[in-house]
């Protein structure tokens, strides 16, 4: 198909039998035929390509004013002579189209939607009401998110943050049973946060802090507690406080299988 006002470009290769390509007789001619015209349109001579030959090219413009027609068939032929012998071939049939607004972006034009035979106010028409559904699905769809938005930022607005990052918590049940968190709060006073200091051996823990201050100055106030390492190599790992001297903070226990690290952590309970 060639849209109204294109230029269109002819172009032929001439050959002689057992030679290949050669320079014709006279410069090739070519005609353009309209559907079941006898007598062609358009007709013109053709130029030998500079450096190539055989290869002839030529161009005319697909107009109103040179008689083509939009919607009608045209049948292109060139005729070339070798030797004193005439050639001819059709090297296109094409149909034309309706001008582009814009070169290289054909003109539509959408006639059929489902089968049925559509007017141009049938499909602006089609066209509106997609729109108008989809705005209107948008902004419901934007209202719920709205809507789902504020509840969670009620919820989240609730929360307090004593320290950066980290949400203050208040536990209502464990495993469904209040009973369970009034047990959990009871012993919680008990459990101690340690802070190993250096120097400590297999079977004696040296005491930075407890609890993020300075360990207990009393002898024997640990003994019996147990020990349960948090961090480093020891992670996991529990020994008994077998006695405590509170000059040096230095806790005699059961042998660990290595000597816990300087500030490496636990809990003592």
């Given at each position: 198909?060639?849209p109204l006002?294109?230029?269109k470009?002819?172009?032929?290769?001439v050959n002689?039998?057992?030679?290949?390509?050669?320079?014709?007789?006279?410069?090739?001619?070519y005609?353009?035929?309209?559907?079941?015209t006898d007598?062609?349109?358009?007709?013109?001579?053709?130029t030998?390509?500079?450096?190539?030959?055989?290869?002839y090219?030529?161009?005319?413009?697909v107009?109103a004013?040179?008689?083509?027609?939009?919607g009608k068939?045209?049948?292109?032929t060139?005729?070339?002579?070798?030797?004193?012998?005439?050639y001819?071939?059709?090297?296109?049939?094409?149909?034309?189209?309706?001008?582009?607004?814009?070169?290289g972006?054909?003109?539509?034009?959408?006639?059929?939607?489902?089968?049925?035979?559509?007017?141009g106010?049938?499909?602006?028409?089609?066209?509106?009401?997609?729109?108008?559904?989809?705005?209107?699905?948008?902004?419901?769809?934007?209202?719920?998110?709205?809507?789902?938005?504020?509840?969670?930022?009620?919820k989240?607005?609730?929360l307090?943050?004593?320290?950066?990052?980290?949400?203050?918590?208040?536990?209502?049940?464990?495993?469904?049973?209040?009973?369970?968190?009034d047990?959990?709060?009871?012993h919680?006073?008990?459990?101690?946060?340690?802070?190993?200091?250096?120097?400590?051996?297999?079977?004696?823990?040296?005491f930075?802090?407890?609890?993020?201050?300075?360990?207990?100055?009393?002898?024997?106030f640990?003994?019996?507690a147990?020990?349960?390492?948090?961090s480093?190599?020891l992670?996991?790992?529990?020994?008994?406080?077998?006695?405590?001297?509170?000059?040096?903070?230095t806790?005699?226990?059961?042998?660990?299988?290595?000597?816990?690290a300087n500030a490496?952590?636990?809990?003592?309970?």
């Open positions: 198909m060639i006002d294109e230029v470009l002819v172009g032929v290769c002689a039998p057992g030679v290949g390509a050669v320079t014709a007789d006279s410069a090739p001619t005609k353009v035929f309209e559907e079941t007598t062609e349109i358009l007709s013109g001579s053709m030998e390509r500079t450096g190539e030959t055989g290869k090219r030529a161009q005319y413009t107009s004013a040179n008689g083509f027609e939009v068939f045209y049948q292109e060139v005729e070339a002579i070798v030797d004193a012998v005439t001819i071939k059709t090297t296109t049939v094409f149909r034309v189209v309706a001008a582009e607004a814009v070169a972006f054909p003109k539509g034009d959408a006639q059929y939607v489902g089968g049925t035979t559509q007017t106010g049938d499909l602006a028409t089609l066209i509106t009401a997609v729109d108008d559904f989809v705005d209107t699905e948008v902004a419901a769809t934007l209202a719920a998110v709205d809507t789902e938005m504020a509840a969670v930022k009620a989240t607005d609730q307090t943050f004593t320290v950066a990052n980290k949400v203050d918590g208040n536990v209502g049940a464990v495993n469904g049973s209040t009973t369970g968190v047990k959990l709060s009871a919680l006073p008990s459990v101690l946060i340690l802070v190993v200091g250096s120097g400590s051996t297999t079977t004696a823990v040296k930075s802090t407890v609890n993020g201050a300075g360990p207990s100055a009393v002898d024997d640990y003994n019996g147990v020990i349960v390492f948090t480093g190599a992670a996991g790992q529990r020994t008994s406080i077998t006695d405590y001297v509170g000059s040096t903070t806790a005699t226990v059961v042998a660990t299988t290595s000597a816990p490496v952590t636990g809990v003592i309970v």
